[in-house]
């Protein structure tokens, strides 16, 4: 089988939320001496991505994102498996600590953010909702997190993100981290006016903004 | 934003005729039915459902309610007993009312 | 140098843009929609029409004479005393909404805007009903929103589907969300069937879809049963948002999935459920411009009108409808909203 025909396996058990069919593909790529992680980001990440987009167009439903997000989820664990025995450690690509800011407690859409990023070799730290900026901070710092993302579905507790890129700021922390804001009402136009490093419209586009926020 | 919408393109409840349509389309009928309806029960044309000239002397003449507050003019349940029988559709609080008060 | 008009975007700031971008994003606009929902474009002449609304000279514009709808309000006696906070009781603002503000019907809601919260104080909202009607001659309905997510632990007795299915729990998640739907349907019933005995002119379920399919369902079903039991009471039924989200997925009213539907086929389900008033939802996108959220909206509209035999109403709050994302959106913006909808995509009401 080719690297192609596997690479379209591996989207399509993606679209299907086929556990079966993506553990096949990913073991085969194996078996041929493909590289996994170039399968995991060409057919299950894209896959993945396709599949979000489908959702946030009402063709797709949540409990088939997840489930797709789940066995994204079982693949990576396998890619990592394969890595190890080769004597290699996993990339782990960066930290995300995230949140739905204090007073909002809109959480769906973050909680598919947050979903999706894991597939992508992203450790997420999901803080919940109605989180403080002084605790969105203090989790970055102990998690020792790369981006600090969060989300605000009313106009009346966007202002939490601007907050926080203030508080970073006058913590003299804000160089440390990248930061990503999302909600209804936040826009690119907001992110640049507040200082944040980007904006994502739905999950599919923070999963993009993240990894080129890390250097993919 | 309410006076946007309803100055911009509101037919302008009890000013005109406003309170009128909607009850016909609580019953279900679109805005061209309604107001078909509701013109040929106040015997005026539907261009002036929504002029509050002459809806004001129409609601006066027929003790529906306006938006002024005056000696002897009708209002609150009273002007929707009238209205429940111009435009011949129940109106709930009227029955209510009639029930409650023995009538 | 080329000519720029000032427009909105949809986060409510000023842009400015030229003739061939603004008739761009309209372009770009209704061809989304009508991806999306699988219906037809606007037409060009319909698009020049739009144009022509956004870029008029006037601050204001408005539907020609002999073309004005009604209005109608949802969260109606949430937004005089407590969003503006005029301190007025509920009978003042509805009187307010009757004589001042000169609308065509008005809605006596709670704060905790939601029909399971109102169980345990439905004698003070009954008197307040009652109360009411004595005073007013428009039609005053009485509203909250279905909000299934009240029906999940702490707050209620379900789990919580937006937990167990991150989790990868999705029968569980599914078998909560049909358990709330259950008792959803308890409560809009009981709340509803005790606001019409009190003289209420009719009911509006508001956000209808908020959490889900599920929402949906159990709003309709209730509208099922409350028609049945009060044929000559008008049932409106306001929508969260473009499609039906599908926390769910496999919910079904009369054999059709629920969830995934767009405005035009939302409306189908909501005549049969015995709804009399449909207020479709089209969601503004705070990055794009008027003239893109507007051609959207329009496109929407205009099919869901078509295809309804009830009269369809547009939900123009903010962030819906092409109504920037701000809680004061600009009244520019607004009116030619209101045009639009009226004049192109022919509804009934807003």
Known sequence: MSKEDIIRDAIESMHKGNEKLAIEAMERAIAEGLDPVEILADGFSAGIREVGDLFSRGTVFLPQLMMTADVMQKVSALVDKEIASRGLTAEKKGVMVIATVQADVHDIGKGIVASLVKTQGIEVIDLGRDVPVETIIERAEEHKADIIGTSALLTTTLNEQKKLEEMLKSEGLRDKYKTMVGGAPATQRWADRIGADAYAEDAGEAVVKALALLGH | ?103 | MTKKYLTRYGDNYVGELTEAEIRQDIEDGTLDAADRGQIPAMSQDEMDYLYEIITSPQKIVSVEPGKEVVVSFDAGTLKLPTRNGIPMDRLQAVITQERALASDSTELCHVDYSYKPIKPIISEERQAMEQIQLMTTIPVLYGAMPNLGLYTKPDGPCDNWAELLPAGKITEAMEAQEEAVEHAIKDIVFVASSMIESGADGINLDTVGASGDADVKASLEAVRILSKKYPTTGFEVGMAGEFNLGMHGELTFDGEVLAGMYPHKQVLMAQQAGVGIFGMAVNTNSSQSLAWNLARVVTFAKETAKVATIPVHANVGMGVGGIPLSIIPAADAVSRVDKALVEIAGLDGL
Do not use: W
């Open chain 2, 1 to 103: 934003m309410a006076v946007t919408h309803e100055s911009t393109a509101g037919m302008g409840g009890i000013r005109s005729a406003g309170d009128l349509v909607f009850r016909m389309e609580l019953q279900k009928m679109k805005i061209n039915e309604a107001k078909k309806y509701v013109a040929e029960k106040l015997r005026v044309s539907v261009m002036d459902l929504a002029d509050c000239a002459v809806m004001k002397d129409l609601r006066e003449e027929l003790n529906i309610g306006t938006v002024q507050s005056r000696p002897d003019a009708g209002v609150g349940i009273q002007t929707k007993f009238r209205i429940a029988e111009l435009l011949g559709v129940p109106i709930n609080s009227v029955d209510m009312f009639k029930r409650q008060a023995g009538l």
